[in-house]
C-alpha cells in the first residue's frame, strides 16, 4: 500500500515543485511506483513533468468536483511515474466542495481506489493552507518540507508545523513530519550554514542528510518540461535529487 506524502510549505518560492518533480522522477529511477498528484492551481507540477495543463482532458478538478476516477485522469510522464495533473479550473474547486459534506476528505476518497498500485504518491501542495491543501493533509501519512536556510523561512515553518498540529489533532491521527529538507542550499553563505544547523538542533534526526545545492540547471528544467534528473543528470541538483531518494526509500524501510 502507498504511503501518501504531501510536499508542503505555506511559504511560496521554496521549491515545494522542485522537490516534488524531482523526488517523483528519483522514486521512479529507483524502481518505485509513484504517483504524483498536483494540488496547485497554477498546474506547475504538471508542466515541469513534461504534461501540457491546456490539453488535459480530465484533471484533478474533474475527479474531486464531478466524480470522475482518479485512474481515468491519471496520465504517466516521460520520468515513469504516473501524474494527476491540475489547472486553472482546479481554483474552482474551492467554491464547488465548500457545501460537500466530508469536503476536506475528497481527495482522500480518490487516492484510496488507486492507493495499492503505488508505493508512493506525493501531493504537490499550494502555498496557502487552502481547502485543497488540507484535502492533501488529511489523507496523507506524513509531511515532507522543503525549506531554505534563511531567516524567514524559520518563521513560515512555525506556522506550518501549527497547521500540522492541528490536523494531527482534528481530522488526521495518522498525520507526521516525515522530514526538512533543506533546498536551494549555498554553501558561500554562513548564515545557510547557521540555520542549518539551528534546523539539526532542534529537529534532529527529522532533518534528512541530503542537502540540496542552489543549481541553475534545476531552475531551467521546468521550462524544458522536464525534470531536473531528467534534464541534466550530472547537475550537482539532479545527484543531489537522485541521493534524497535514495534516502526516502531507506527512511521509510526503517519505519
Request: hydrophobic share 45%.
Amino acid at each position: 500500500m502507498a504511503k501518501i506524502f504531501c510536499v508542503a510549505n505555506q511559504k511560496g518560492g521554496v521549491g515545494k515543485t522542485t522537490t516534488s518533480v524531482n523526488l517523483a522522477a528519483s522514486l521512479a529511477k529507483q524502481k518505485q511506483r509513484v504517483l504524483l498528484i498536483d494540488l496547485d492551481p497554477q498546474g506547475n507540477a504538471t508542466m515541469g513533468s513534461g504534461i501540457d495543463k491546456t490539453q488535459c482532458e480530465n484533471t484533478l478538478y474533474e475527479v474531486l468536483v464531478d466524480g470522475v476516477a482518479l485512474a481515468e485522469a491519471r496520465l504517466k510522464s516521460m520520468a515513469g511515474y504516473d501524474v494527476l495533473p491540475a489547472n486553472r479550473e482546479l481554483a474552482g474547486a474551492e467554491i464547488e466542495l465548500v457545501n460537500r459534506a466530508q469536503r476536506e476528505r475528497q481527495l482522500g476518497a480518490a487516492i484510496a481506489v488507486v492507493q495499492a498500485e503505488y508505493d508512493f504518491i506525493l501531493i504537490d501542495c499550494p502555498p496557502a493552507l487552502s481547502l485543497l491543501t488540507l484535502n492533501g493533509l488529511c489523507c496523507a501519512n506524513g509531511v515532507v518540507i522543503p525549506m531554505q536556510c534563511e531567516y524567514f523561512a524559520l518563521e513560515g515553518l512555525s506556522d506550518l508545523l501549527d497547521t500540522i498540529k492541528r490536523v494531527h489533532a482534528n481530522l488526521n491521527r495518522e498525520l507526521q513530519i516525515i522530514g526538512l529538507l533543506r533546498v536551494m542550499f549555498d554553501s558561500r553563505i554562513t548564515l545557510q550554514h547557521q540555520v542549518s544547523d539551528q534546523l539539526q538542533q532542534h529537529f534532529g534526526d527529522k532533518v534528512f542528510n541530503t542537502i540540496i545545492p542552489r543549481n541553475v540547471r534545476l531552475a531551467e528544467a521546468p521550462s524544458h518540461g522536464m525534470p531536473g534528473i531528467v534534464f541534466d543528470p550530472s547537475s550537482r541538483g539532479a545527484k543531489a535529487y537522485l541521493q534524497f531518494g535514495a534516502e526516502m526509500i531507506k527512511r521509510i524501510r526503517a519505519k
